[in-house]
């Protein structure tokens, strides 16, 4: 995408999503560490239905650590990959307690470390828990970013977020990350984007919307 179409993209961006937020619901940075970690492969509708009682049981991360596995896997049990996820959960707890002293680590090297958490799980908790710049790619913004020309079709996520970073400036990554959560989300969806609609195809390398309007034509 050209640079001038840059400016043009984050004008349409929000105009189509002002007010693009996360919706995993949670009150503090325990829960939203552990509802980031239940969302991996999950949907935030499934994982904000059984969050409520497992906080309610757990509300800490000393009371996870103390969590048996049974139970805990009992309260996740419509969440995907629930067996590896209760364990992991357990076992983060355990860390972040012994050797963290209950308090979340802060950078992205500690958070990677502890079990279950890969980069775009420890970027939401950087971003979302301590407001320290990262960007989180999932499959929507990885998808999205290869449609619109941020990335190659190779790519992997690592790849898709530097090249992210690198476009677009550090205090923009916040509101960036959740509009093209959005984007991909409810319109730029896997099997079939909705380019008709979209805002953007008129900027956009994809082209779809143009494709079919010219083929109409003929
Ligand atoms: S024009 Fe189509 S491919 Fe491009 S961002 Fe919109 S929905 Fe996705």
Redesign the pocket.
């Known amino acids: 995408m050209k640079k001038q179409n840059l400016n043009q993209f984050l004008e349409i961006l929000d105009k189509m999503f002002p007010h693009a937020h996360g919706e995993l619901n949670y009150q503090n940075i325990y829960q939203l560490f552990v509802a980031v970690m239940l969302s991996a492969q999950t949907t935030d509708v499934r994982v904000n239905i059984v969050t409520p009682s497992l906080f309610e049981k757990y509300p800490s991360f000393k009371a996870l650590k103390e969590a048996k596995l049974e139970e805990l896997e009992d309260l996740i049990k419509s969440v995907g990959l629930y067996k590896t996820k209760a364990k992991n959960l357990i076992s983060s707890a355990s860390i972040v307690v012994d050797k963290y002293n209950g308090e979340v680590p802060t950078s992205l090297e500690e958070l990677i470390k502890l079990p279950g958490v890969g980069r775009k799980t420890a970027s939401v908790i950087l971003i979302e828990g301590h407001n320290i710049p990262a960007f989180p790619v999932d499959t929507h913004i990885e998808r999205?970013s290869k449609?619109?020309g941020f990335a190659l079709p190779k790519d992997d996520a690592y790849k898709v977020e530097l090249k992210l970073r690198k476009k677009f400036p550090q205090e923009m990554w916040r509101k960036l990350h959740h509009q093209m959560i959005f984007?991909g989300r409810y319109?730029?969806l896997a099997r079939k984007?909705?380019?008709e609609n979209?805002l953007?195809?008129e900027i956009?390398p994809?082209k779809?919307?143009k494709v079919k309007s010219k083929s109409k034509k003929v």
Do not use: F, I, Q
Request: charged residues 25%; proline residues 6%.
């Open positions: 999205t449609r619109l984007l319109v730029c984007p909705d380019c979209c953007l195809n956009c994809k779809e919307y």
